[in-house]
Nanobody, 114 residues
Framework: QVQLVESGGDSVPAGGSLRLSCAAS????????AGWYRQRPGKKRELVAS???????NYVDSVKGRFTVSRDDAKNTLYLQMNSLKPEDTAVYHC????????WGRGTLVTASS
């Protein structure tokens, strides 16, 4: 059974930083597409950053230069380092492994207040 458990969400002032973690079990992140999505209030879920199984990270334009996606294969964990947070980054952040029709975590709330 696949489980993805996110952690690290918090409420911070604008300009602050957070690191999100997604611990995976039952599936190897290193062998699959993995990414972070977010759902802002009143908006559809959108891709923020992704790491294809053997490729380079990709980012939505609005977070380039501020967010960094990475993974620790030994811990089977996906990370999202978020710096210079803006109020518009406020959202529930979800971990995904295997693509949109794959496996999802329940999400962790990030709030950046002005």
């Amino acid at each position: 059974q696949v489980q993805l458990v996110e952690s690290g969400g918090d409420s911070v002032p604008a300009g602050g930083s957070l690191r999100l973690s997604c611990a995976a079990s039952g599936i190897l992140i290193s062998r699959n597409y993995a990414g972070w999505y977010r759902q802002r209030p009143g908006k559809k879920r959108e891709l923020v950053a992704s790491v294809p199984g053997g490729g380079s990270p990709n980012y939505v334009d609005s977070v380039k230069g501020r967010f960094t996606v990475s993974r620790d294969d030994a811990k089977n964990t996906l990370y999202l380092q978020m710096n210079s947070l803006k109020p518009e980054d406020t959202a529930v952040y979800h971990c995904n492994v295997g693509g949109p029709f794959g496996n999802w975590g329940r999400g962790t709330l990030v709030t950046a207040s002005s």
